[in-house]
């Protein structure tokens, strides 16, 4: 089992930057595919980014290209990061962390999730 846990969300004007960090416990993130997806109200559950522990292969959602930066941790791999750049107001969601051995952009392919961090961003 992996617990994961979020933190870093905040409220932060239109422009600013944040970087949430994602904590693994139980087990290290080595072998498994690391995900961030957010849930703005009302919406579905969007895929933000995702990277490949093993080889740092990364995807992103096209709507955050040049804006956000997913990272692992690769020393302890327990803790992985997604730098938040340029942010606007709608990137206003709650992000999850998650975690999972197959790849894919699909939340049902991630096996384990955190609870969730508030990201608003105010215009």
């Known amino acids: 089992q992996v617990q994961l846990v979020e933190s870093g969300g905040g409220l932060v004007q239109a422009g600013g930057s944040l970087r949430l960090s994602c904590a693994a416990s139980g087990r290290t993130f080595s072998g498994l595919r690391m995900g961030w997806f957010r849930q703005a109200p009302g919406k579905e559950r969007e895929f933000v980014a995702a990277?490949?522990?093993?080889?740092?292969?990364?995807?992103y959602v096209d709507s955050v290209k040049g804006r956000f930066t997913i990272s692992r941790d690769n020393a302890v791999k327990n803790t992985g990061y997604l730098q938040m750049n340029s942010l606007k107001p709608e990137d206003t969601a709650v992000y999850y962390c998650?975690?999972?051995?197959?790849?894919?952009?699909?939340?049902?392919?991630?096996?384990?999730w955190g609870q969730g961090t508030q990201v608003t961003v105010s215009s």
């Open positions: 990277i490949n522990w093993s080889d740092g292969n990364t995807n």
């Open positions: 998650a975690a999972g051995s197959t790849y894919g952009l699909r939340s049902y392919l991630y096996d384990y």
